[in-house]
């Protein structure tokens, strides 16, 4: 089979879609999941497919944000974002114009992201993307005790996940010979000398403003006594190399900080290469004056001390500074964010996994069915805001479900089902579509009898209903409770809504091929029930909603007994 005439069309427009909804940059799978939903045959020939996807990408990635969506209007309006007029957006930048905006993700590889995390990437990434700038990922790994490349590559599914596509990435243990370099520069200028006084002396005398004797030694004798550093000759917490400071500054973090300290640890990607590693505001420092970078956006946590700290070094170095912007952090009501906590949570054993769904890390909140999409919004949502973000779990909720409600499948769940007679129901044959607003959506069967599944919680409340009472068996039928029995109703549908009573959903108890499921629920308890048997068509990964009950993503299925997690209502 040959690919047809107009595929590259079909591609480019998909292609033009995508990037533009992704701050300019398509991502493959997601094209090719359009052009393939509209042609599935093509799956056999995939690897034409990807490769005719693989070139207009390229093409289309080099455009800019405006141009795509001006040749989107032209040649598919019908993909273009609606109310893109209404459509919020970030507010601008200081210091900031078009073509000269370079912001970096600096994320350190020692634990799994979280949604703060993705928030803070996406802020940096949609500021260079707005104008028209650059944004590098670096990676802050020169702990080689707390790096490790699970991290790193957990990290790099999470950035891709988000649809985050950084022009270039960076791992800071990579360019330690450098960082050497700049570390001398100091040195020779007699800004920098190695100390031998040992963790308590220091904090000591730091804490009374005095400087210690090391710091007389010359230029000459610093510099040998780094090369021993260097060398391997100290073992650690034997010396360091810190910062000619201000030991009467009112900034503690002045005091004659230390820039580099001697560690053996094996390092995941440079093993035992290095015995001397910088630490944290040093290598940031130089790393943001040699890459160029503009703008540095981070949450305010960081605090002001540090940056008096990091523009020092770069006034030592005759480094460029950036405009830095401070934002208040971003909290999930409720959710367990804290490193801590998790940690604890993990040693005793109530989690086992880093996407449990109790988590607000981007593996849980992915695994949750949070789209990409709805990152996005809420960074937009946020911006800039300097105070504290109380994200309520309802608003991530709706934004997400805003996305998810016009295309995902509508099925029946009832959750520990109670089987109930309904005598004098008529025999009948229901026709639902899958999804009732979507055009040409399939459709599925029931066979309705006098038996029936009812949810237990929606028995426990109709069992309160004053007797007589008008209960609808959501798209079937209505009836009443009498005598401590059920009996059809033949009133129509209107006066039914009319009467305000309960509306509840069902399953018919004749049909044997139920499907039996499981939903993780986000406080870790599983919900069970049943399903009406066109669930079995849900694909791993799918995500459904369960009428009445919510949004689920099926994670297993094997055999009869399909495991879902719970997204949101
Ligand atoms: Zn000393």
Aim: charged share 30%; proline share 5%; with cysteine.
């Amino acid at each position: 089979m040959e690919l047809p005439k107009d595929f590259e069309a079909t591609v480019r427009k998909y292609t033009l879609q995508n990037a533009a909804q992704f701050g300019g940059k398509a991502n493959k799978g997601a094209v090719i999941g359009k052009v393939l939903a509209e042609s599935p045959s093509l799956k056999a020939e995939i690897k034409e497919v990807s490769a005719v996807v693989a070139s207009v990408i390229s093409s289309v990635n080099r455009l800019s944000v405006d141009k795509q969506v001006e040749e989107l209007t032209k040649a598919a309006p019908e993909l273009l974002e609606k109310k893109k007029a209404e459509k919020k957006d970030l507010p601008p930048l200081k210091n900031a114009s078009m073509g000269h905006v370079v912001t970096r993700i600096p994320p350190e590889p020692s634990k799994y992201a979280h949604i703060g995390h993705a928030l803070s990437f996406l802020i940096n990434y949609m500021y260079a993307r707005k104008y028209g700038g650059k944004c590098y990922l670096r990676f802050e790994d020169t702990n080689p005790e707390l790096s490790k490349k699970e991290y790193a590559d957990s990290m790099l599914e999470d950035l891709d996940y988000l649809g985050i596509k950084p022009d270039k990435t960076v791992f800071i243990s990579s360019e330690i010979p450098m960082l050497y370099m700049h570390a001398e520069r100091l040195i020779k200028h007699g800004s920098a000398f190695v100390c031998f006084c040992g963790v308590e002396k220091m904090r000591e005398l730091r804490h009374e403003g005095f400087g210690c004797s090391c710091r007389q030694k010359d230029a000459k004798q610093s510099m040998d006594e780094w090369k021993e550093m260097l060398s391997g000759k100290y073992p650690p917490g034997h010396a360091v190399l810190r910062l000619m400071g201000n030991m009467q500054s009112k900034n503690h973090v002045m005091r004659d900080p230390v820039l580099f300290r001697v560690t053996f640890s094996e390092h995941h990607l440079q093993g035992r290469k290095y015995n001397a590693w910088p630490l944290y505001d040093f290598a940031n420092s130089v790393e943001d004056g040699v890459m160029g970078i503009t703008h540095i956006m981070r949450s305010s946590e960081f605090g002001t001390m540090r940056t008096e700290l990091q523009d020092n070094i770069k006034t030592m170095l005759k480094l460029p500074k950036q405009t830095v912007i401070q934002y208040g952090r971003f909290n999930v009501k409720g959710a367990v964010a804290q490193g801590r906590e998790i940690r604890k949570m993990m040693e005793d054993g109530t989690i086992k996994t880093w996407d449990d769904p109790r988590l607000v890390t981007i593996k849980a909140l992915k695994r949750r069915g949070i789209q990409p999409e709805t990152f996005w919004e809420l960074a937009i949502e946020v911006g800039l805001s300097p105070s504290e973000t109380n994200f309520d779990w309802q608003l991530i909720a709706a934004i997400n479900r805003k996305i998810l409600d016009p295309k995902c499948n509508r099925y029946f769940y009832v959750e520990n089902p109670k089987e109930v007679s309904i005598k004098g129901a008529p025999k009948r044959k229901l026709e639902l579509k899958l999804h009732p607003d979507v055009e040409g959506s399939k459709s599925r069967q029931f066979h309705a009898a006098e038996q029936f599944y009812l949810p237990e919680k929606d028995m426990a409340e109709i069992a309160k209903l004053k007797a007589g009472s008008l209960v609808r068996l959501m798209d079937c039928l209505n009836f009443k409770r009498q005598n401590g029995s059920f009996a059809f109703d033949s009133t129509e549908y209107e006066r039914y809504r009319m009467g305000g009573s309960k509306m509840v959903h069902w399953l018919p108890a004749e049909d044997k091929e139920l499907m039996e499921i499981r939903v993780l629920m986000p406080d870790g308890t599983i919900s069970k029930g049943l399903a009406e048997s066109a669930a079995s068509e849900i694909k791993t990964g799918e995500i459904v909603q369960f009428v009445r009950f919510g949004f689920c993503r099926l994670e297993k299925k094997e055999g009869r007994v399909m495991s879902f997690i719970y997204c949101h209502n």
